[in-house]
């Protein structure tokens, strides 16, 4: 499987343009991922960090799930990897974890992401709250964090990825 990105329009709407730069870097994801076995998706970057490309999906899974979820629609949805004991379980990987499973629970929140944020406007308030500021949110903010987020852990799967077999590019 090759993953084809599209660039937003360079003349599209705001929220067009938004969803189009997120959808851009949730594919750059994928294709960092792709053609790798589950333990070089599982390899983590440099000692003493766990952090992976199998990690990374993850830890993105639990991200979708959080803001378009729990704080957007204001669901109850639990954390997918990690917990107060094990703040950062989305890197603890195992033999267990395989890159189907991965991929098919981020893929779940990217479509619940998707659903849940089809019904608001970008000026509107979420749901929820932000666990740390107690506010809500507009639906803009959240895209442009998540675009952030997509972005700066993109940058990680780069050298990541290079890291395990040498593959560079953007």
């Known amino acids: 499987m090759t993953t084809e990105r599209r660039m937003p329009d360079v003349d599209a709407g705001e929220r067009t343009m938004l969803e189009g730069w997120l959808e851009f870097h949730r594919q750059t994801l994928v294709m960092k991922c792709e053609g790798l076995t589950d333990a070089q998706l599982r390899t983590a970057s440099v000692a003493p960090s766990p952090l992976s490309l199998m990690g990374l999906v993850r830890h993105l899974a639990d991200v979708e799930r959080s803001w378009y979820r729990r704080v957007l629609a204001g669901e109850t949805a639990p954390s997918l990897h990690w917990s ?47 666990r740390r500021t107690g506010k809500r949110i507009s639906l803009r903010w959240i895209h442009t964090h998540m675009i952030e987020e997509y972005a700066r852990h993109n940058g990680h799967a780069d050298l990541i990825r290079e890291r395990i077999d040498g593959a560079t590019g953007d």
């Open 84 to 130: 107060d004991e094990d703040p950062d379980g989305e890197f603890h990987l195992t033999e267990a974890d395989t890159w189907q499973r991965t991929y098919a629970t981020w893929q779940a929140e990217v479509e619940a992401a998707r659903r849940n944020a089809a019904g608001f406007g970008l000026d509107d308030l979420s749901e929820g709250r932000h």
